[in-house]
């Protein structure tokens, strides 16, 4: 089966650094996406990684391991813009995407 | 500027009745994509298109149907038979080949009245 595994929700502090997992078990892959979503809004597209290691982009960053399945999003020095949720999704090899639940992502003064 | 528009932003249905949401997209996007996002869950994928007159069925295709005559556009329709259309609905469009990121539009919320 498909499943991808995300925390319901995290809280941290403005400033401080933030770890989201995903952990997966797909039938295919061909990448992991991550997407930011504010609440009422269109996701927005965060990162792509298709090989070990991590990508930086910036205040984010996106690792994989694909012989574990698991892949986090890191983000820094966190401000109270970063509150929204984090969605998890992965490229089957169809070319369709499987999205986790997503994480809410709350950043407290 | 180019993007994915969807119409309308907010959509009220009666019982019994169909209605159609509207997604445009000026991007030049082979693939285009329709998904559900239910309160405290994933995106999940009703049908996609990669190709003109062509589509496929998603996870949850059963009450909706789709048409993919021309390229920028793929309106989605939710029939009498989807007995809980009550969503966020959220159209994407995409490049056709991995590693290809989804955009997505704005969304339409559908009610039932």
């Known amino acids: 089966g498909q499943n991808i595994d995300q925390p319901t929700e995290m809280t941290a502090t403005e400033g401080a650094i933030v770890q989201i997992n995903c952990t997966y078990q797909t039938s295919g892959f061909n990448g992991l996406f991550w997407y930011q979503q504010h609440a009422g809004e269109a996701p927005t597209f965060l990162s792509y990684?298709?090989?070990?290691g991590l990508e930086e982009k910036g205040r984010f960053s996106s690792f994989l391991s694909r012989s574990k399945g698991y892949s986090y999003l890191l983000l820094k020095e966190l401000q109270m813009k970063d509150s929204a949720s984090y969605l998890c999704a992965v490229n089957s090899n169809t070319g369709k995407l499987i999205f986790g639940q997503g994480t809410t992502l709350q950043v407290k003064p | 500027d180019g993007g994915i528009t969807q119409s309308p932003k907010y959509l009220f249905r009666k019982e019994g009745q169909n209605v159609t949401l509207s997604c445009e997209q000026n991007?030049?996007?082979?693939?285009m994509y329709w998904y559900r996002q239910d309160p405290g869950q994933g995106l999940r994928l009703i049908y996609y298109?990669?190709?003109?007159?062509?589509?496929q069925k998603g996870d949850i295709a059963e009450g909706y149907s789709v048409s993919r005559e021309k390229k920028e556009s793929f309106p989605l329709t939710v029939t009498s038979a989807q007995k809980n259309p009550t969503a966020f609905y959220l159209c994407a469009s995409s490049m056709v080949g991995g590693g290809r990121p989804q955009h997505f539009g704005d969304g339409t919320r559908l009610s039932i009245l």
């Open positions: 990684n298709v090989l070990d």
């Open positions: 298109s990669q190709i003109v007159n062509d589509f």
């Open positions: 991007l030049n996007h082979d693939a």
